[in-house]
């Protein structure tokens, strides 16, 4: 059976093209719980779904279950639908484990047409090489930026939930491409605004996070040379949930970085800095980094302002900074990335 990928399978299923046997990997699971609803409404008849449909973890399946539930006809219709998650159980060397997945090794040889097999890893667990060669095998990875957007979008648009496009962006900036906290927050939003349309203010008083306060308006202003807003940032962001010091410095090693690639491509020549920039990107997956297009754009304009002398300064002003965050200080995480900004406003004046 052929790989695929996500587009290709949300293009496929709502025509039909349902595979045999299909296998969910990948660190998304919010998207792989999407595309298993996405089988059960096109492959199930809703009037005989609770005959049809059997879900079980791999770990409490034993070979003789496994084989009656693939093998048993459907009721009064024309498919039947087994999910078995966390398949990455059958990889232990206990003897039942080892039984289940010879027996659905073996299944797999020849799946019976009238079942279709949907089998789910956990995130983060390896790949199970076998398996993706026996299936239509489908990795779940991390959107790009200006799909979370469209996901954010999409998914609101199902729970009847409408937002303007400040904010989409708001609660992007803010909460980035974890899908399952935008899940929560879009939940809480929906309940907080009703059938309004929600705007970047509601976001701000649901998250606690108002536009000029994010991390990205923070990495700007650095970048930016900016330092004095930046520095008036620093005790609003660490009050945050889930920002310290250290994902602060790691957010603008990030910026810093991409400025100093930017400045290096520019002094270069050739295509143009703001579009290598992006497909480095693409390429790299850089942690924190979220509209590819946007961001390149801005550190590449951003980049003029800077000296190789100046980015060297400022990359080693975040190093220091880096190892007081992580060692026993007497000094607050506010006042050791203050100290870090005056030394950069210091060396570019």
Not at 14 to 29: E, L, N, T, V
């Amino acid at each position: 059976m052929p790989a695929l990928d996500f587009d290709t399978l949300f293009r496929s299923v709502p025509k039909g093209d349902i595979q045999p046997a299909y296998y969910f990997y990948g660190d998304q699971d919010i998207l792989k719980d999407e595309a298993i609803r996405l089988l059960l409404d096109h492959g199930l008849d809703p009037a005989t779904r609770d005959f049809n449909l059997d879900r079980r973890r791999a770990a409490d399946l034993t070979p003789d279950e496994f084989q009656s539930l693939t093998l048993t006809p459907p009721m009064m219709a024309a498919r039947r639908i087994l999910v078995v998650s966390e398949v990455e159980s059958l990889q232990q060397k206990r003897t039942r484990a080892q039984q289940v997945r010879a027996a659905l090794l073996l299944y797999l040889g020849r799946p019976v047409a009238e079942t279709t097999l949907i089998l789910v890893q956990s995130g983060e667990e390896k790949a199970d090489a076998e398996l993706a060669r026996r299936t239509a095998a489908v990795e779940f990875r991390a959107l790009q930026p200006h799909r979370v957007r469209k996901w954010i979008r999409h998914h609101a648009a199902e729970q009847e939930l409408e937002l303007d496009d400040e904010a989409t962006a708001h609660l992007f900036d803010v909460v980035g491409d974890d899908l399952a906290q935008l899940a929560a927050e879009l939940a809480k939003l929906k309940s907080a605004v009703g059938s309004r349309v929600a705007t970047a203010a509601d976001v701000a008083d649901l998250v606690g996070v108002r536009r000029g306060e994010t991390v990205h308006e923070f990495t700007d202003a650095v970048t930016a040379r900016r330092f004095t807003d930046a520095a008036g940032m620093v005790q609003h962001l660490l009050n945050a949930p889930g920002q310290s010091g250290v994902t602060l410095v790691m957010a603008l090693g990030t910026a810093l970085t991409s400025v100093a690639y930017a400045r290096a491509l520019q002094e270069k020549g050739g295509r143009g800095a703001a579009y290598e920039l992006k497909q480095a990107f693409f390429a790299a997956r850089p942690f924190g980094v979220r509209d590819y297009e946007e961001r390149s754009a801005r550190w590449s304009t951003d980049a003029a302002g800077w000296t190789a002398a100046g980015l060297d300064v400022a990359m080693a002003a975040l190093l220091r900074a880096d190892k007081r965050l992580k060692a026993t200080t007497a000094a607050g995480e506010a006042e050791i990335l203050t100290e870090a900004l005056l030394g950069m406003a210091a060396e570019v004046a």
